[in-house]
């Protein structure tokens, strides 16, 4: 048994499929002058194989999934084509006689150095993709080609074991009977974790030195719930766990059937439930799992898959077709929440800075570049305007003071105004602020009535009032939504937006946890934004309580002085409320 990180909920087992990562070994031995011109032959040769399977998948998965998804690929060429990357290559094997495989892993080892500096999560998925590419290469390079990671490799429940997905795996992982991820790095928001959730399979991250202990072949578990796996475990381990993944199939069968029920608490309270979303794939997911809208369209998923900033048309055209595709064209878009973990080159995020999350991100990055905020506020705004009025909604992140509200609210008058100029006629758009820095959170009450809506975010928000950075697993105990500081601090900001009469949504990822749900609902929430995958489970916990329950079990949590005490009270009051839903509690 070994412990990790909880990323997606479930239980699952299966037959292991462990991807190695190519480099384990390459042979260093020096070429002999004469073998140069044929290594650099083999090395182009390869290059071309690579571009055209990249520009066969990129086709592939445009027609199958989305063009958004189908990006990825797009950026992958761009790397293999890179110059730097190329003249490096050629460069060790005409100069320093290496073979090519070896020129690659050394090339991935210099920018690994480089990138994982910066501690930066984002920065890292961009090493993915460097990965991803370098492994495609190697493998055609190499005389013993391993296949192709894909679904006809091998067939059955899997659980796919790996040292981090790299993207084009996690996309390829939609065609295989996958039905657990175990990373051996990753955490919350790498592309493994958001994969997993949005697909509802069960994952657990963190677990060193998996790889190496797994085999194809083996049985393995994947407890979703606390963040462990049983490796090769014994007949009573898995009879046991063959009931909980029964359990786990029928409870997810079940809940499927209440995709267009409406979402009422048990005395007929009416909430919203609503999706967050990266892409047009999941705003299709959200109205397939029943969400009534998207209440979080993060936008820096658009910019994180163009090599440079995408121009006033591109942006719209990509809002326009997020709306279209999403439950009921109701859309909170997100305007760019770049910096802290996620960086974007061409806009030049400061890599070095000492504390990131607390640095030039979000807003605070995207005042410093007016030209480009304006652009997507405007894309955002002529999108919003090809909907009935009201339906799309302008949300702005990191919000921390009211001056910054004001500046954001000229700076929509002026979108507007240089929209009419040029004979666009547009409709009037919400503009909310996200709760996200405690700040913000305190003084709530002089900032609600200068805006249309208010959206809480809870993962930043946490980890701001706890000080415990959210993907550092050795704060993890810190950084917790159900600690009772953040309690408090939630409950004065639903109650103040409530009676300011503006709504307010919760869209952090507590919002999909029962037990936080249970929380938020009695501390007077109606309406909730979480990943697609958990909306029929909050939507069945919801049938069964009422807001008196839900308010009671509040006035007793909020005695609690521990987050021991609260987690212990909720999972108890869950167990009696809906015990057909333990199984999908995490701690
Ligand atoms: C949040 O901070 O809760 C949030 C929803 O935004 P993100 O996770 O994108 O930072
Ligand atoms: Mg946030």
Not at 277 to 288: K, Q
Request: glycine share 6%; proline share 5%.
């Amino acid at each position: 048994m070994k412990r990790g990180i909880a990323v997606s909920p479930g239980v699952a087992i299966g037959t292991a499929y462990v991807i190695h990562e190519i480099f384990v070994n390459p042979d260093r031995k020096s070429l002999a002058d004469s073998e140069v011109t044929a290594e650099l032959a083999n090395y182009e040769t390869s290059r071309d194989k690579a571009g055209a399977e990249l520009r066969a998948l990129e086709r592939k998965v445009a027609a199958q999934v989305g063009p958004e998804e189908a990006a990825i690929f797009a950026v992958h060429r761009a790397i293999l084509r890179d110059s730097a990357f190329t003249s490096k290559i050629r460069t060790w094997v005409c100069e320093e006689r290496m073979s090519a495989a070896a020129a690659l892993s050394r090339l991935l080892d210099e920018y690994t150095v480089i990138l994982t500096k910066n501690k930066d999560a984002y920065l890292q998925e961009r090493l993915n993709d460097i990965r991803d590419v370098v492994m495609r290469l190697s493998r055609h390079l190499s005389d013993a080609l391993k296949p192709e990671f894909g679904p006809d490799l091998i067939k059955g429940p899997l659980i796919v074991i790996a040292n981090e997905l790299v993207p084009s795996q996690a996309v390829v992982l939609g065609e295989m009977e996958v039905h657990g991820i175990v990373t051996q790095r990753g955490s919350q928001t790498s592309h493994a974790a958001i994969v997993a959730r949005s697909r509802g399979i069960p994952a657990v991250s963190g677990i060193k030195g998996v790889v190496k202990k797994i085999k194809t072949g083996d049985t393995v578990i994947v407890d979703g719930r606390d963040g462990h796996i049983e490796i090769r475990p014994n007949s009573e381990t898995i009879t046991a766990y063959k009931k909980l993944v029964r359990e786990f199939v029928d409870l997810k069968d079940a809940l499927a059937t209440n995709r267009d029920h409406p979402a009422l608490t048990e005395d007929g309270t009416e909430i919203r439930l609503q999706a967050n979303i990266n892409s047009v794939a999941d705003a299709t997911a959200a109205g397939s799992m029943g969400a009534t809208g998207v209440g979080l369209y993060r936008t820096e998923y658009l910019y994180l898959t163009h090599s440079d900033v995408p121009d006033e048309d591109e942006q719209y055209e990509n809002y326009r077709q997020i709306v279209a595709a999403s439950p009921n064209h109701n859309v909170t878009i997100r305007t760019l929440d770049i910096g802290g973990d996620k960086t974007v080159a061409y806009l030049g995020s400061e890599h070095t800075e000492a504390n990131p999350f607390m640095g030039w991100r979000s807003i605070r990055l995207s005042f410093q570049h007016p030209e480009f905020f304006n652009t997507q506020i405007r894309a955002i705004i002529r999108a919003a305007s090809e909907f009935p009025e009201g339906t799309v909604r302008l949300m702005f992140p990191m919000v921390t003071t009211v001056e910054e509200i004001r500046r954001l609210r000229s700076m929509v008058r002026r979108a507007y105004k240089e929209l009419n100029a040029r004979g666009i006629k547009t409709k009037e758009v919400p503009i909310g602020m996200m709760v996200e820095v405690p700040a913000a959170a305190v003084s709530i009450h002089t900032m609600v009535d200068l805006v249309d809506f208010v959206s809480i975010g809870s993962n930043d928000l946490v980890q701001y009032l706890m000080a415990a950075d959210r993907d550092n697993p050795k704060v993890a105990h810190l950084c917790q939504p159900l600690a009772p500081p953040v309690l408090i601090v939630l409950k004065m900001v639903i109650e103040a937006c409530n009676d300011a009469n503006v709504p307010v949504t919760v869209c952090g990822e507590m919002a999909g946890t029962p037990r936080a749900f249970v929380i938020l609902l009695g501390m007077g929430l109606r309406r909730f934004s979480m990943s697609p995958a958990f909306v029929p489970s909050i939507k069945r916990l919801a049938s069964v309580i009422s807001v008196d329950e839900a308010e009671q079990i509040v006035a007793s949590v909020m005695k609690f002085k521990t987050t021991a005490q609260v987690k212990k009270f909720l999972a108890r009051a869950i167990e009696q409320i809906a015990p057909d839903l333990k199984i999908l509690s995490s701690n």
